[in-house]
């Protein structure tokens, strides 16, 4: 999964804000059965239960896609506190910190037209029921 680290969202008015993570998968990743039928069926009730909060917004990149904006690997994108925006992205043995804003607004454009290329978050969840339910 990646994931996407915004401005806090709080889950009531008494709590303190707390990240907004939106981490995206694609769905053959939970379609695999590693590990057996058990493992999967608690895999994807994990997943299920991960994502309840409303802070937590999970999107599937569908399986038949054929590309998606971030084939090149794994990205992140962080808020500071005061605001600043920073990336990080992953390799198989590096990662790299990103602080040029000119290299963040790229990244971000590029997770921007991610989300609009996968499911809607209903529609992700209802792609793990359906899963689950398989199973």
């Not at 969202?9 to 939106?22: A, F, G, I, M």
């Not at 904006?69 to 990205?75: E, K, Q, R, T």
């Not at 990662?95 to 790229?106: H, P, Q, T, W």
């Amino acid at each position: 999964m990646r994931s996407v680290r915004g401005a806090g969202e709080s889950d009531s008015p008494s709590r303190k804000s707390r990240p907004c993570t939106w981490p995206w998968s694609t769905a053959f990743a939970s379609a695999r059965r590693l590990g057996g039928v058990d493992v999967t069926r608690d895999l994807l009730d994990h997943v299920i239960e991960a994502i309840a909060p409303r802070n937590v917004v999970l999107q599937i990149m569908p399986a038949k896609s054929e590309q998606h904006a971030c084939l090149a690997g794994p990205i992140q994108l962080l808020e500071t506190p005061d605001g600043q925006w920073r990336g990080y992205a992953e390799g198989q043995e590096s990662g790299r910190l990103i602080a040029d804003r000119k290299e963040v607004s790229r990244l971000y454009m590029r997770y921007a037209r991610l989300r609009s290329q996968a499911l809607s978050p209903m529609a992700s969840v209802g792609l793990l029921e359906q899963l689950r339910g398989a199973l």
